[in-house]
């Protein structure tokens, strides 16, 4: 059984570190982005996102814990009220390696819903890039439908 539970300070320090290197890597990888400018960008996002860390409202970050209560991952998702509606939008979600392939992003997702739904959210999303299969195949298990496809095609030179 995998549970959700909030971040202490601590927690979100060494977070929000290692989801901003993440996001930045993922950019140099997936863009070809040179590592300062995604390091820059990653800085930015995470500043607009979360300018007042973990007291940031309508942003919500928790700790995903087994049935022993080891941390297996985390979860970030943001309350967002866009265009007449209200959604919980996922911006990092992260099973620790040595706990993949268990079934505990899977349940992280099952127990978003209700929060997600207590905070008035009427739908969950998020990013996924293109390249993540694992994550993709998750995704679509758990109910997720694709609502928009960017792509991009480098040019030969």
């Not at 979860?75 to 990092?92: P, S």
């Not at 079934?103 to 996924?128: D, W, Y």
């Amino acid at each position: 059984m995998t549970t959700l539970r909030p971040m202490t300070e601590a927690e979100f320090q060494a977070f929000y570190q290692s989801s901003r290197q993440s996001y930045a890597a993922d950019k140099v990888a997936t863009i070809g982005m040179s590592a300062d400018e995604a390091d820059r960008l990653a800085a930015e996002s995470f500043a607009r996102l979360v300018p007042d860390g973990l007291a940031t409202k309508d942003a919500h970050f928790y700790m995903a814990e087994d049935a022993a209560g080891a941390v297996v991952g985390w979860l970030w998702f943001n309350i967002r009220r866009d265009w007449g509606m209200t959604e919980c939008f996922i911006f990092d979600i992260a099973v620790h390696e040595p706990h993949r392939r268990q079934g505990h992003a899977a349940a992280m997702l099952k127990a978003l819903e209700p929060l997600a739904a207590s905070l008035g959210a009427t739908s969950i999303g998020l990013h996924v890039f293109g390249w993540n299969d694992g994550a993709i195949e998750l995704y679509r298990k758990a109910g997720f439908a694709v609502t928009d496809l960017n792509m991009s095609m480098k040019i030969a030179s």
